[in-house]
């Protein structure tokens, strides 16, 4: 309250000076307790880091990423699921990205304000919420069952098109993103010159979101590397002594498969400690390809925002 002594143009600064006294107060306890929760996230994620690598470290060897899993602890190895993980990875990307990035500028540059788009756009974006064992439990009818001739059934052409439709609305709504960043005066001036819409998309827009595009579509692939639910309920087994064959490559992607995710939840759950252990060191290696992939992200947008510069 204000003083009623105090003139109009002084009543007025008061009331303004005990306001933005007001919001700032507010301001220090929000980032007070941003700070707080950001503190307390990264102490948890660095004591579970740290006993990971207490008891994983010691495991990690050649032998444990060129042996195959094996029901002795002390002979198992990640060869065969870290391999399926680099086939589900190619398959994934190449299924999602080119249909994830062309369905976004498709949506967000061509497609009319129409109430068909309106819908389209909110089912993608309640389809990013979907949990993961929903799309495991479509794909085992879709690409399991209905299509078994082509897929072979519980393969890893199956398990890569489960992962491709998982991360599908993720790479959409990414790329949207990226491209409703990009200003809209780039857009006027390229059709100010007399060039279509499509030129100024692929010229103009595309080279400014690329990195956008780029993050968002690598951070969704690091996602589907890690899903465990929808591989278990297509069939994804949990012991294997092969590889996927490069040649033919149609026998590969009908092969049966695992991944890392699978092999660490096989040896989490048995009881012998030495099964643990390999577990823990399972989960040093898909970490590592998990911070691999976050890093080349990283670079790859700092490096087109420089060549773009």
Same mark, same amino acid.
């Given at each position: 309250?204000?003083? &009623?002594? &105090?003139?109009? =143009?002084?009543?007025?600064?008061?009331?303004? =000076?005990? #306001?933005?006294?007001?919001?700032?107060?507010?301001?220090?306890?929000?980032?007070?307790?941003?700070?707080?929760?950001?503190?307390?996230?990264?102490?948890?994620?660095?004591?579970?880091?740290?006993?990971?690598?207490?008891?994983?470290?010691?495991?990690?060897?050649?032998?444990?990423?060129?042996?195959?899993?094996?029901?002795?602890?002390?002979?198992? /190895?990640?060869?065969?699921?870290?391999?399926?993980?680099?086939?589900?990875?190619?398959?994934?990307?190449?299924?999602?990205?080119?249909?994830? *990035?062309?369905?976004?500028?498709?949506?967000?540059?061509?497609?009319?304000?129409?109430?068909?788009?309106?819908?389209?756009?909110? #089912?993608?974006?309640?389809?990013?919420? *979907?949990?993961?064992?929903?799309? /495991?439990?479509?794909?085992?009818? *879709?690409? *399991?069952?209905?299509?078994?001739?082509? +897929?072979?059934?519980?393969? !890893?052409?199956?398990?890569?098109?489960?992962?491709?439709?998982?991360?599908?609305?993720?790479?959409?709504?990414?790329?949207?993103?990226?491209?409703?960043?990009?200003?809209?005066?780039?857009?006027?001036? /390229?059709?100010?010159?007399?060039?279509?819409?499509?030129?100024? !998309?692929?010229?103009?827009?595309?080279?400014?979101?690329?990195?956008?595009? &780029?993050?968002?579509? @690598?951070?969704?692939?690091?996602?589907?590397?890690?899903? +465990?639910?929808?591989?278990?309920?297509?069939?994804?087994? +949990?012991?294997?002594?092969?590889?996927?064959?490069?040649?033919?490559?149609?026998?590969?992607?009908?092969?049966?498969?695992?991944?890392?995710? @699978?092999?660490?939840?096989?040896? !989490?759950?048995?009881?012998?400690?030495?099964?643990?252990?390999?577990?823990?060191?399972?989960?040093?290696?898909?970490?590592?390809?998990?911070?691999?992939?976050?890093?080349?992200?990283?670079?790859?947008?700092?490096?087109?925002?420089?060549?773009?510069?």
């Amino acid at each position: 309250m204000t003083p &009623l002594n &105090l003139k109009p =143009d002084e009543q007025v600064d008061s009331y303004f =000076d005990s #306001n933005l006294a007001k919001r700032y107060w507010f301001d220090r306890v929000f980032v007070s307790t941003a700070f707080i929760c950001t503190l307390v996230g990264l102490v948890i994620l660095a004591l579970l880091l740290f006993d990971v690598c207490k008891d994983g470290l010691p495991r990690l060897s050649i032998d444990f990423l060129t042996h195959y899993p094996s029901r002795r602890a002390g002979q198992a /190895g990640i060869l065969s699921p870290l391999v399926g993980t680099i086939w589900l990875l190619v398959i994934t990307a190449l299924v999602a990205i080119p249909i994830g *990035v062309g369905a976004g500028i498709f949506l967000e540059e061509f497609a009319a304000s129409s109430l068909l788009a309106k819908v389209i756009e909110v #089912n993608i974006g309640n389809l990013a919420a *979907v949990p993961s064992i929903i799309y /495991g439990l479509l794909a085992l009818h *879709v690409f *399991v069952r209905l299509m078994n001739p082509i +897929t072979g059934g519980r393969s !890893v052409l199956s398990g890569g098109l489960t992962l491709a439709l998982l991360v599908l609305p993720i790479i959409i709504v990414a790329t949207r993103e990226a491209l409703r960043a990009v200003p809209e005066g780039i857009r006027q001036a /390229g059709y100010a010159i007399g060039t279509t819409r499509w030129q100024v !998309v692929r010229d103009q827009v595309l080279p400014i979101a690329f990195p956008g595009i &780029l993050t968002g579509t @690598i951070l969704a692939l690091s996602r589907a590397i890690g899903e +465990t639910a929808p591989l278990i309920t297509i069939g994804a087994l +949990t012991f294997i002594a092969f590889l996927p064959p490069l040649v033919p490559l149609t026998e590969g992607l009908r092969s049966p498969f695992t991944a890392l995710p @699978i092999q660490i939840y096989n040896w !989490v759950s048995r009881p012998q400690e030495a099964f643990q252990i390999a577990a823990a060191a399972g989960i040093i290696v898909l970490m590592a390809v998990l911070i691999t992939m976050n890093a080349t992200a990283v670079y790859l947008r700092n490096w087109l925002q420089r060549t773009r510069n």
